[in-house]
Structure formats: C-alpha cells, structure tokens
C-alpha cells in the first residue's frame, strides 16, 4: 500500500489537521441503502507515542505521514515527520517557499523606512521574497511608476494589485501556485480583503476565520494554513507585525540584494572581515545606493542588539555557583517556578520588546 502522506494545516492542543496529497474516495450506503460517496482530503491526527518520545515536534506546515487512517471518522496518526527545508520562527511555521509582504500604496501611505524594515526582516529568514503593493486604485499612474522603478533598484519588482479592482490580483494569484506563501504586512494595508480574495471558499466559514484572522491574530500566534484554489497554501503571519532585527551584524549586509550585489561582483573589500561599517577603508558596500543609509543604521541596530545578548548571557553565567562535593559548576536550585530562569526564547522575546 502506499504511504498515507500530507501537509499540517494547523495545530490544536494535540491533534494536528492535515491535508491529504491524494484525496480519499469514501463509498458509503446511505439510508435508503443508496450507494454514495464521499470524497475526503483531510484527516484529525494525533501523533505517535514513538514521535513524542524522540521529543520529535509536528509544526503547521510539516510534511507527514499517516498510519491507520479511519476514514468514517476522519482520523489518523501522524507516524512520521519528513526533514524540513527551513523553520520560521513566530509564529512557528516549516517548509516556506515565499514571504508575500503586502504593503499598500497609500492609506497608509508607504513609509520606505518600515517598507525597508519589512523587507531585511523577510530577508534574515533566507525565504525568497515578493513585494505586493495594494490600493492600487487610490494612487496617480506616476505615482505608482515612481514606487515601481524605486523599488526595483531595491531588487524587488513589486506586483501593483487592488482587491477593489482586481487589478493584478490574478498576476499575484501566479505566483502562489505551488509551495507555502506566508502573508506578512502593516495592520490595515489589507491582507485579509486580500486573502479572501485568494480564496474565495474562505468566505463559507467566514464567521471562524474573521476571529482568527481578524481579532484572533493581535492576541494570540495561531497560524493556520489555507489551500489556494490553483495549489499552494497561504499563511497569515500575526507575529510578522513587529519586524525586530535579529540579524547577526556580520549577516545584515546579504539581506540587501543591493549590497549583495556590490559583493558578489568579484571584487573584495579591504579587509576580509570587513563589517562594511561607514568607516572601514576600501568597502564595498559603501557607495551611492539608496538605502545605504538604512543599511548603516540597522547595522549599528544590530550591532547593538548582539551586545545586549552578550551581556545578558554574561549576567547568566555569574548565576553559576560551584557545588562543594565535586568542584562542577551547577545551576542554584531552584525553589519555586517563579524564580526560574527565563527561556531562551522568551528572553529574547524580551529583549525584543525592549529595544523597540
Ligand atoms: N481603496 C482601497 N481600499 C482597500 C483595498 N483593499 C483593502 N482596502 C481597505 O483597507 C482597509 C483594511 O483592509 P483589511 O483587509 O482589513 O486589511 P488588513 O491588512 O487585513 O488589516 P488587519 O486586519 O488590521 O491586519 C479596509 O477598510 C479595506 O476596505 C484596495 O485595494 N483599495
Ligand atoms: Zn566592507
């Protein structure tokens, strides 16, 4: 028989909904002993005791095997998870082929500043990047020209749409055939008058989905993903709203295609560990290219940002004390959970918050 494979739409407590490559066909007698059928593409599974054991975590966007399907109630169990190509982090979704960022061409206006932002934050996570400029309707044919050539020698051809019109949403709509598209954007720029036009079907179970994708998302990090009519899926990002740079300094410079180009010329810069600060001599990545100045400034931003890890790790460490017994260093026990340490994770969440 062959496996039983598909994707992981979304997580809940412990069951994960999964989309079935290959739909099922259910042939079923009805009540007047009528044969029908009924065709099903998705399953609620739970997951191996095996899977928990290796401490093997299933994310939304895992792509998985299924064992002993119960086809009447839609149910199986999840007995394998395959390697992932990447992980985004919060909120937490694997195998991402694209991050779409949808800005809008007026109301709000387009800040370069925050656009800049948005696009070294998608960059960091190594994930190709297409740029969406909605409201195309409210803006002049020279202003959206303007934005068009500015953007470019950014290295990012926007795709002009308005869900008014309907301009260039089917053009999008080709480029989110196949893989995972993760929807990142300002509150109100209209992802989600956009996402409902993707997938007009949304509509059926609007009541669901506007708590999750309208309220649902400020406050908690559920992410789900939807099948596209044409294949793909699209996810709505909550946590992509506050683009913090976590890049590492010495990385930043590879989330400009334009500085990225400037190095991959063949030429080098003066020192081979140049950080490509203002005042290195002979860099490369110095010159008369627009966001030069953003580069600067997030650079000093990140530079900052990983000074301020070092010196928390540093705080921690101090926390060690030596055990009497055999001279190891150990963590102070500790009393209660309220004194526990923070995770990394929620630390960095913190320090996040702070340097905001
Ligand atoms: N003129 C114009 N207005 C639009 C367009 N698309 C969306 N809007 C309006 O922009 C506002 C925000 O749209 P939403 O789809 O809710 O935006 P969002 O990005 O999902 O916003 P949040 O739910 O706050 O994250 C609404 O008033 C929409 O009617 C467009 O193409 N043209
Ligand atoms: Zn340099």
Excluded at 14 to 39: C, K, P, W
């Amino acid at each position: 028989m062959l496996a039983l494979t598909g994707t992981v739409l979304a997580v809940q407590a412990n069951f994960y909904r999964v989309m079935l490559d290959h739909a099922f066909r259910l042939e079923l007698l009805d009540e007047l002993g009528q044969n029908t059928s009924q065709i099903i593409d998705e399953l609620l599974c739970t997951r191996r005791a095996r899977l928990k054991k290796i401490g093997q975590q299933i994310c939304v966007g895992d792509r998985v095997t299924i064992e002993e399907p119960d086809w009447h109630g839609k149910r199986g169990a999840i007995s394998e998870v395959a390697a992932r190509r990447n992980l985004l982090d919060r909120p937490t979704v694997a195998n991402v082929d694209r991050i779409l960022l949808v800005f809008a061409l007026a109301e709000p206006s387009l800040d370069p500043h925050q656009l800049s932002r948005f696009l070294v934050k998608a960059e960091s996570t190594q994930v190709e990047v297409l740029l969406c400029l909605n409201k195309r309707d409210l803006v002049s044919d020279e202003l959206w020209q303007t934005w068009r050539d500015r953007l470019k020698s950014w290295g990012y051809p926007p795709v002009a749409i308005s869900t008014y019109t309907h301009e260039g949403i089917n053009e999008l709509a080709q480029h989110l055939q196949t893989g995972v598209t993760v929807v990142a954007g300002l509150s109100g720029v209209g992802k989600s008058s956009l996402i409902n036009l993707l997938i007009p079907n949304l509509q059926v179970r609007v009541g669901e989905v506007s708590q999750r994708l309208g309220h649902g998302r400020h406050t908690t990090r559920h992410v789900e993903l939807f099948a596209l009519p044409a294949g793909g899926y699209l996810a709505d990002t909550p946590g992509f709203m506050q683009p913090n740079l976590t890049v590492i300094p010495q990385e930043l410079a590879d989330c400009f295609p334009e500085a990225k180009q400037r190095l991959s010329a063949g030429d080098v810069c003066h020192f081979n560990n140049c950080l490509h600060r203002r005042d290195e001599p002979n860099c490369l990545v110095r010159g008369d290219w627009e966001r030069y100045e953003h580069y600067l400034a997030y650079l000093e931003e990140a530079i900052a940002y990983q000074q301020k890890l070092k010196n928390t790790a540093t705080a921690d460490s101090s926390l060690k004390v030596k055990d009497a017994s055999d001279g190891k260093q150990q963590e102070p026990r500790l009393l209660k959970k309220r004194y526990r340490r923070e995770s990394r994770r929620s630390e960095h969440q913190n320090l996040d918050e702070e340097l905001d």
